[in-house]
């Protein structure tokens, strides 16, 4: 399948967000409970991660079981929109719960790039299950949502450590 080592490559960078989560939340876990704003952000990254593998694996999967390849791409796009938007739904619930005081410290910046990429990514991926654009445009909302975890990390390391 074209594409093949980009979109390991994606999984790969994806897990690896992921991993970094994993102990980053042991971590902060072991001295005392994670505060909503940090969890809110970390849970972030992990669904962006989790977006990011299964959309880069599911396409490479559909392939090798016997779908054409414009089948894997559409199909891919159509049932990760499904599992974004889920985790869309989880996430939005996570921030309406939050006080107005602990809303206001997630800040403007990580609310546009936590809401605006995904929605971006989401829209490419509509687009491309539908047939209006190409399949190229897929590997740029995968690529998208590992940006989002990318800039997310790094928000999120730099105020835990420094």
């Known amino acids: 399948m074209p594409h093949e080592p980009l979109l390991v490559t994606l999984s790969q960078i994806g897990a690896v967000f992921a ?12 001295d005392g409970r994670m505060d909503r704003v940090a969890a809110l952000r970390a849970r972030s990254i992990l669904y962006a991660s989790v977006i990011t593998i299964f959309g880069s694996l599911l396409p490479l999967v559909l392939f090798a079981v016997g779908l054409s390849e414009m089948m894997s791409w559409k199909l891919s796009a159509a049932v990760t929109v499904i599992v974004g938007v889920g985790l869309a739904i989880e996430g939005a619930g ?27 990514s989401t829209g490419l991926a509509i687009c491309v299950a539908t047939g209006l654009i190409g399949t190229g445009n897929y590997l740029a909302g995968i690529t998208i949502m590992l940006t989002l975890a990318a800039v997310n990390f790094v928000k999120i390391s730099l105020e835990q450590w420094l």
């Open 19 to 30: 991993g970094f989560m994993a102990i980053f939340i042991a971590l902060v876990q072991r």
């Open 94 to 120: 996570h921030q309406l719960a939050l006080t107005p005081e602990q809303k206001r410290a997630t800040g403007l910046i990580f609310n546009i790039v936590s809401w605006g990429l995904p929605a971006i």
